[in-house]
Structure formats: C-alpha cells, structure tokens
C-alpha cells in the first residue's frame, strides 16, 4: 500500500470556481502534512502547511483529518495561474518525505 | 537570495556509462535530500543528509547509485552503469535546520536525465 494517496485528477474547472482535492495516508502516526505545487516541467514548491486545527492562506484552505487519516485543499475563486499540479506529503517523524503522485488542476478561462 | 541549484539541467548519457550529479543547497541548510521522479509519477526519496550525521541511505534503489556530501556544501549524485529505467527527473533539496518533520524543502531545478 503506498503512504500517500491522491485522486490524479484531471481536474478541469472554471475561473472563479471552488475545487478541492483530497489526499489519504497510511501511517497513523504520521506528524507533519504539506501541499506543494508543481508547475509543468518545474521544481515543487512549498503551498502551504497543514496543520491539526486546519488553515487557510488567503483563496487557500488545507485541512486535516487524523481519525479518517485525510487532508484538504480547497481553493476558493480558482484563477488561471492556479493550474499546476497539488502534491499532498507526508512526514511520518523520521527523514523520509513521502510524496503523492499529485492532482492536476487546470483552471479554464 | 540564491536557491537551490542543479547541474547539469539535462543529462543525456548511453546505457552503461556513470553519471554525475551536482546540487548546490541554499547556503547555511544544513539538511539535504535528493529525489528521483518519473515520468507521471510522484517524487521518490533517494537519500537524506544532514550536517556531519551518517547518511539515511534507505532510499537508494541500488548499488548503482551513491551520493557524497562535504560538510553542508555541495552534493553528488553518482549512478554507475546507468540503465533505461535510471531516466527520470533528479531533484535536490535543502531545509534550513535538523526538525526535518516541520522544516520546508526548498527544490532545485532538477536534472533531467535521459538513458538511451
């Protein structure tokens, strides 16, 4: 069973709609959850963190469900630049990162 | 300031030959991980350092492949007798401290190795 689970996708929305992917896990002991974002061809980047009590950075929110072992993204009002693909990782406490094989999103004008 | 950065960008070798691969942390990040993705798919540890401690080797897919790192400056990535199933995008990573759980990575560009 892989450590982290996402929907590929594609997910092909409107400008200005609401989307939100889903990512699961597979250790329940695992401490520390991200979304990065991945542009075609390029490096990841770091989107934001996810923690316990859930957040949001402006259109974005990232939550997280220990006891059905899930995070979320939502993003609110979708742009065009908003089109790349979501990646969910995981850190079980140790050195490794365990990376999701991504969402693609692509936000359509 | 400046990022990570990766040399070479493109990579094209023919099977059974080595290859060289350089990563340039952030300055001062102590923490380094380099990682192997494929066509399609998501990213796959290959090995983690961190200052002056042992390596986490665990993720190395075989003997072919082993990294160097002096201190916390430059890494190598050396894959002896390359293959057709090495081809992938290899890409470095640097975080500034030790709590590596909490800590952001920070990627390069990547090299983009081709095995013919």
């Known amino acids: 069973r892989k450590e982290v689970e996402q929907d590929p996708g594609p997910f092909n929305v409107p400008e200005g709609a609401t989307v939100a992917f889903n990512c699961t896990y597979s250790?329940?002991?695992?401490?520390?959850f991200f979304w990065y974002r991945q542009d075609c061809r390029k490096e990841p980047k770091l989107l934001m963190s996810v923690y316990s009590s859930g957040n949001e950075d402006g259109r974005f929110t990232a939550q997280l469900n220990r006891a059905s072992q899930y995070i979320s993204l939502l993003i609110r009002d979708s742009k065009l630049s908003d089109s790349a693909t979501y990646l969910c990782v995981v850190n079980e406490g140790g050195n490794q990162f365990y990376f999701g094989t991504g969402t693609s999103l692509t936000v359509i004008p | 300031g400046a990022g990570v950065s990766q040399s070479p960008s493109n990579k094209v070798t023919e099977k059974g030959k080595d290859v060289e691969l350089r990563c340039d942390p952030i300055?001062?990040?102590?923490?380094l991980y380099w990682y192997r993705q494929r066509l399609g798919q998501g990213l796959e540890f290959l090995i983690y350092?961190?200052?002056?401690?042992?390596?986490?080797k665990s993720g190395l897919p075989s003997d072919r492949f082993s990294a160097e790192r002096t201190g916390e400056s430059v890494s190598t990535l050396t894959i002896q007798r390359t293959q057709q199933e090495d081809s992938a995008v290899y890409l470095c990573?640097?975080?500034?401290?030790?709590?590596?759980?909490?800590?952001?990575?920070?990627f390069g560009p990547g090299t983009r190795l081709t095995v013919l």
């Open positions: 250790n329940s002991a695992s401490q520390s």
């Open positions: 300055s001062g990040h102590t923490a």
């Open positions: 350092f961190q200052g002056n401690s042992a390596p986490d």
């Open positions: 990573a640097s975080s500034l401290t030790s709590s590596g759980h909490t800590d952001t990575q920070y």
